[in-house]
């Protein structure tokens, strides 16, 4: 990465380069037919963004002596794939094991600004599930996530909720009178509570769910499409990084055409 600032003529050389380089080693062992066991052990690297190095020029500033991101990782998981009659899905479970160096946290001053700073360790230890099933016309997409963090000393990261997930259940199916094929679904997701700061010593933040849905019908040969979704549903909204409010109840309506039929 190599990233300018636009201080033109500024005294002090504000450009920053950088060089990183990652591995990854992986491994897979099929116990069943259908059931796998994986495990990977691997490197990250990332480079502090534009927005990071040099601010926004208001609430976040800049900081050029930022370090680069490194990481070590360590997962163990097992993924079903199942196939039986008019049942099919595929299930996955996975524990990891994350030490980061120098990563980029936001901490906020008396003046309401973010400054960026580099965090000399920190480590994620974590379990993810996930799942896709379906059933004749009737399918479920599932994911969960469970944390457990740790920054300065018995102190947990901001903005890493221990628990998140989302389930959205939906139907689909083809041939309904005159629409050749029809699909609806809802989802929720929940956040859990978490830190705004690395001391931890503002209030958490709440934890939030949220409700989506939406339809699609395809008509003439699947042709045109008319899709609406609904996002957030109860308007619950939130806010950013900076406390800005963010964007609550949103309906989106498109219709597409495909020249040739599907």
Known sequence: ANLHSERFGAVVQ????????????????????????????????????????????????????????????????????????????SFELRVFDLAIEDQVLFVRNS?????????????????????????????????????????????????????TFFVQPGFEAKQLGPLERLRVFAEVSYIASSFDDPDNQTAPKPPALFLDAGAAIWVWRERFALRLTVTDVFDHGGRDLRHFPLPGRTAMVSLTYHEEPR
Do not use: I
């Open 111 to 163: 003046f309401s600004q973010l400054l960026p700073l580099n965090l000399a360790s920190s480590h994620v230890r974590g379990l993810e599930a996930g799942a896709r099933a379906q059933l004749g016309a009737w399918f479920l997409n599932a994911a969960a996530t469970l944390l457990d963090t740790e920054g300065k000393p018995g102190k947990r990261l901001p903005n890493r909720p221990r628990a």
């Open 14 to 89: 504000t450009d920053n380069q950088s060089t990183l380089a990652t591995y990854r080693l992986g491994a897979a062992l099929e116990l069943l037919p259908d059931l796998t066991l994986s495990a990977s052990a691997s490197s990250g690297a990332r480079t502090p963004s534009m927005l990071e190095l040099f601010g926004d020029g208001a609430l976040l500033r800049g900081n050029t002596a930022l370090r680069p991101e490194h990481s070590r990782s360590f997962d163990l998981g097992l993924s079903d794939v199942s196939c039986v009659g008019d049942f099919s899905g």
